[in-house]
């Protein structure tokens, strides 16, 4: 696989670093072959637009056909595994005094691979909470009504997922604004930076002063103003900064090749 070099200065930076804020999106887990968002339709939803099964709107009118699509795409999910970036960050987080991992990714492939701190800034695909308590529900009688009910109250459920127009959680992402304004390196990977709030969160990371890295084979609006650009897939170009970060081998050379 070929991309640029690992200048040598990032390494160094990143191997006396104490805090360390990381923030991805779908392209940590293209690798995987799970698609982004916006590519995830095919076959029967192919007709459908994204941005208007992921709306409260969209689940008022037909409950049934977005809670059917988040089925699939769990399915999808379920299918596919943790890839070598997703397992770079976990020896990442087991080098770094302060290490947060904040994801705008609804799969848990963070967590399949072995991170435990992960901020899911958008919720996760596997979990469901009550529509009118707004309660997380682990579990439901079974029943052949789509989408189930809450056992507690009987309101539908729905996914524990963050729908265009909705709040963030509010925890989590004060958690994640505080790690990207204290971190010492911030590393934006995967992700498009078009989506607020978490798109700000470099843009927090570089008025503190911190080192800020992007990984991704294309440019985004972020990338005029990191200090260090790294284009190529998560999947490589990870664990070649891990091995040269923390196994010895010093300089630049060779990295990637
Ligand atoms: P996008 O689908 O907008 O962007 C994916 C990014 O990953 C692009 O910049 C690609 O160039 C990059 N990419 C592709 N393959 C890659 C690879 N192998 N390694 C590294 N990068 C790669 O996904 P997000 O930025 O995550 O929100 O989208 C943000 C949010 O928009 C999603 O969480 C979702 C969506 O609307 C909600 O559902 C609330």
Known sequence: MNFSPIPTELIAH???ARRVAVLTGAGISAESGVPTFREAQTGLWARY???????????????????????????????????PGHLALVEMERRIAEFTLITQNVDGLHRRAGSHQVLELHGNLFRAKC????????????????????????????????????MLPAGALRAAEQA???????????TSTLVYPAAELPFTALRAGATVVEVNPQPTPLSPHVTFSLNGPAG????????QVWNGSAGAEGAGR
């Open 14 to 16: 990143l191997r006396a």
């Open 49 to 83: 637009d994204p941005e208007e099964l992921a709306t409260p709107d969209a689940f008022r009118r037909n409950p049934k056909l977005v809670w059917e699509w988040y089925a699939w795409r769990q399915e999808r999910v379920r299918q596919a595994e943790p890839n």
């Open 131 to 166: 529509l009118d308590e707004d309660r997380p529900v682990e579990s439901w009688p079974d029943s052949a009504e789509i989408p189930p009910r809450c056992p507690r109250c009987g309101a539908l459920l729905r996914p524990d997922v963050v729908w265009f127009g909705e």
């Open 180 to 190: 990207a304004a204290t971190a010492e390196v911030f590393l934006s990977i995967g």
């Open 236 to 243: 490589a170009i990870l664990p070649a900064l891990v091995e």
